[in-house]
């Protein structure tokens, strides 16, 4: 005879992570990058589980909307009515079922799992039954979906899962068939770049050190530092990384430090700095000589700035602790950069979450904010100093119209592009 024992599946440590991180981002507003960061350092898993957790949560955000629309129609009561957890259950489940590659069996089982785990097991036949649903109904569900043809704005939203005010806001400047274009985009994965720190090593040189350490990348056209990254594992934890010899940042993001063209021994404040990015960059093009002021407002961002430049070997930063409205240097500085606060519209496919965070309020108060900072801002210049105003929005009022007004209300500043500048960078594609 044989005796059969019934052994209920652990969950994998990356889902159930993928699961805290949900239901912190939907309870308690927590930031996609910051929750799974600290999730990391709490539990040190294991590579592979922090790629499949960050997979999940982010392309669950990305993709949210489409995924609450085809849970609706499963569920006999809304989604809005279950507990977080076994939204988040069915959010990541659905999202695996649907945009990846992940065996249907597993992901069943593993959601099951979770949910037997947690304080709701009772709920776990309803996941089951969900998710088995969308599974026989798969083909019939996707024809459900509103076609760009018929209902563009409706596509838009649900198919593309971008809030309807922002899009509204989208169509009525771009036009919906350019805003097709833009979702679609936004709902690709992000690339991976690196700024060489030159002060250390030539890009050629780290992109040898890359290669010997199984890192496939490639130098773009865009911006002489960087290094566009095409395969690899977890930077952070190479002894490149430990040296100093890069930092993790955005092409376009690097742009901006080249736009204000410092010079060495020129002295330079930097109002809203961390982590240190831009800041760094800055040091590095003035050959760290002379001195950047970095500002935050909040001190465990100013240590941020701080173990950026140690670790870059960078000594001309001094990290300050302040409200940028209402500091001001000592001596008029040559250069400023303001690296607004914004509503972060054109980052999206990097950072998913925000879609979901921003309102329209939070526009109106940006603007705001960036008006009083660029006042200030002019307070602290030299004569014929320079001045770089930069945001990661597509809103008109953060850029365009609040370029205009602030030019209205100081004539003695006008609009130049360093001729440097204009020779490499203009006409590139990022």
């Given at each position: 005879s044989s005796v059969a024992t019934a052994v209920m599946i652990k969950p994998t440590a990356g889902r159930a992570l993928a699961l805290k991180a949900l239901v912190a981002i939907e309870?308690?507003?927590a930031y996609a990058n910051r929750i799974l960061n600290s999730l990391f350092a709490e539990g040190k898993p294991e590579a592979q589980e922090k790629s499949l957790a960050t997979e999940l949560v982010f392309g669950t955000l990305r993709h949210l909307n489409l995924i609450d629309f085809l849970l609706n129609r499963l569920l006999t009561k809304e989604l809005s009515g279950l507990p977080a957890a076994i939204r988040g259950v069915l959010r990541l489940s659905l999202y695996q079922l649907r945009f990846t590659s992940h065996p249907a069996y597993a992901v069943v089982n593993e959601a099951v799992a979770l949910i037997k785990h947690g304080k709701y097991g009772g709920l776990a036949r309803l996941v089951n039954a969900v998710l088995r649903n969308y599974l026989r109904q798969q083909q019939a569900m996707e024809e459900t979906l509103p076609a760009f043809a018929d209902d563009s704005l409706a596509h838009l939203v649900i198919v593309h899962s971008h809030p309807r005010w922002l899009v509204e806001r989208w169509v009525d400047r771009f036009g919906a068939e350019t805003i097709h274009q833009l979702v679609s985009a936004n709902n690709l994965p992000a690339p991976l770049s690196v700024r060489t720190n030159t002060l250390l090593i030539s890009r050629e040189k780290l992109l040898a050190a890359f290669a010997d350490a199984g890192i496939e990348a490639i130098?773009?056209?865009?911006?002489?530092?960087?290094?566009?990254?095409?395969?690899?594992?977890?930077?952070?934890?190479?002894?490149l990384w430990d040296a100093g010899y890069f930092y993790l940042q955005d092409e376009a993001s690097m742009l901006v430090a080249h736009l204000l063209a410092p010079e060495p021994g020129e002295v330079i404040a930097d109002l809203c700095a961390a982590p240190g990015g831009k800041t760094?960059?800055?040091?590095?093009?003035?050959?760290?000589?002379?001195?950047?002021?970095?500002?935050?407002?909040?001190?465990?961002?100013?240590?941020?700035?701080?173990?950026?430049a140690r670790r870059l070997q960078i000594g001309i930063i001094q990290p300050i602790t302040a409200d940028a409205r209402e500091w001001c240097p000592e001596q008029p500085?040559?250069?400023?950069?303001?690296?607004?606060?914004?509503?972060?519209?054109?980052?999206?496919?990097?950072?998913p979450d925000i879609r979901w965070r921003r309102q329209p309020a939070d526009l109106r108060e940006l603007v705001s904010l960036q008006?009083?900072?660029?006042?200030?801002?002019a307070l602290m210049l030299k004569p014929g100093?320079?001045?770089?105003?930069?945001?990661?929005?597509?809103?008109?009022?953060?850029?365009?119209?609040?370029?205009?007004?602030?030019?209205?209300?100081?004539?003695?500043?006008?609009?130049?592009?360093?001729?440097?500048?204009?020779?490499?960078?203009?006409?590139?594609?990022?």
């Amino acid at each position: 005879s044989s005796v059969a024992t019934a052994v209920m599946i652990k969950p994998t440590a990356g889902r159930a992570l993928a699961l805290k991180a949900l239901v912190a981002i939907e309870e308690q507003g927590a930031y996609a990058n910051r929750i799974l960061n600290s999730l990391f350092a709490e539990g040190k898993p294991e590579a592979q589980e922090k790629s499949l957790a960050t997979e999940l949560v982010f392309g669950t955000l990305r993709h949210l909307n489409l995924i609450d629309f085809l849970l609706n129609r499963l569920l006999t009561k809304e989604l809005s009515g279950l507990p977080a957890a076994i939204r988040g259950v069915l959010r990541l489940s659905l999202y695996q079922l649907r945009f990846t590659s992940h065996p249907a069996y597993a992901v069943v089982n593993e959601a099951v799992a979770l949910i037997k785990h947690g304080k709701y097991g009772g709920l776990a036949r309803l996941v089951n039954a969900v998710l088995r649903n969308y599974l026989r109904q798969q083909q019939a569900m996707e024809e459900t979906l509103p076609a760009f043809a018929d209902d563009s704005l409706a596509h838009l939203v649900i198919v593309h899962s971008h809030p309807r005010w922002l899009v509204e806001r989208w169509v009525d400047r771009f036009g919906a068939e350019t805003i097709h274009q833009l979702v679609s985009a936004n709902n690709l994965p992000a690339p991976l770049s690196v700024r060489t720190n030159t002060l250390l090593i030539s890009r050629e040189k780290l992109l040898a050190a890359f290669a010997d350490a199984g890192i496939e990348a490639i130098p773009p056209e865009t911006v002489p530092e960087a290094l566009r990254l095409r395969s690899g594992r977890e930077l952070t934890n190479l002894p490149l990384w430990d040296a100093g010899y890069f930092y993790l940042q955005d092409e376009a993001s690097m742009l901006v430090a080249h736009l204000l063209a410092p010079e060495p021994g020129e002295v330079i404040a930097d109002l809203c700095a961390a982590p240190g990015g831009k800041t760094t960059h800055l040091a590095q093009l003035m050959e760290n000589t002379g001195q950047i002021f970095a500002l935050d407002q909040y001190s465990h961002k100013t240590s941020l700035i701080a173990e950026n430049a140690r670790r870059l070997q960078i000594g001309i930063i001094q990290p300050i602790t302040a409200d940028a409205r209402e500091w001001c240097p000592e001596q008029p500085v040559d250069g400023i950069l303001l690296d607004a606060p914004c509503t972060g519209t054109g980052v999206l496919r990097r950072r998913p979450d925000i879609r979901w965070r921003r309102q329209p309020a939070d526009l109106r108060e940006l603007v705001s904010l960036q008006e009083t900072l660029l006042n200030q801002a002019a307070l602290m210049l030299k004569p014929g100093g320079r001045l770089v105003y930069s945001t990661c929005s597509l809103e008109t009022e953060e850029n365009e119209q609040q370029i205009h007004n602030f030019l209205a209300a100081h004539p003695n500043f006008r609009v130049e592009i360093p001729q440097d500048f204009a020779a490499h960078f203009n006409g590139q594609r990022l």
